[in-house]
């Protein structure tokens, strides 16, 4: 599952689910997170603490 993080498609970041990983970003600028890791950093946003 792939989810844009803005309206237009390729010029903003997106959340991609793939497996048992995460990709956070952009072109040219991604973050790969376990879903353990997106699970604990999920956690920390929606607790406020971040």
């Known amino acids: 599952m792939k989810v844009y993080l803005c309206g237009e498609k ?3 970041p997106y959340v ?3 497996g048992n990983e995460v ?4 072109e040219g ?3 790969k997170l ?3 890791q997106f699970n604990a950093l999920k956690e920390k946003i929606v607790n406020g603490e971040l």
């Open 23 to 26: 990709i956070i970003g952009e």
């Open 34 to 36: 376990t879903i353990e």
């Open 29 to 31: 600028n991604m973050c």
């Open 10 to 12: 390729g010029c903003c």
């Open 16 to 18: 991609e689910v793939k």
